[in-house]
């Protein structure tokens, strides 16, 4: 998929990150939600609770990569780098 980076310095929880990656990748009327890897294994699969401390807790200043899966459509999982 396409892959972005961005800066979510500022970011404190999922649903910051999700307005974000909103804001970047296009996103404003999809309904999507959010897994986080961290050296290639999954640390955070979003459930239900867009106000999750991001980044999750151990995992400050680490390079995290963030995917998106739409709701809309399961095949469509695109990436996003976070440096």
């Known amino acids: ?38 050296g290639g294994e999954e640390i955070y699969f979003e459930d239900d609770n867009p106000q999750d401390p991001f980044p999750p807790a151990g995992y400050e200043d680490k390079s995290l990569v963030i995917e998106y899966i739409s709701e809309d459509d399961s095949d469509n999982a695109d990436s996003i780098v976070d440096l």
């Open 1 to 38: 998929g396409e892959e972005f980076s961005i800066d979510l310095g500022n970011c404190n929880t999922i649903d910051d990150v999700k307005d974000k990656l909103a804001e970047v990748a296009g996103l404003n009327d999809t309904l999507f939600r959010i897994k986080i890897y961290y």
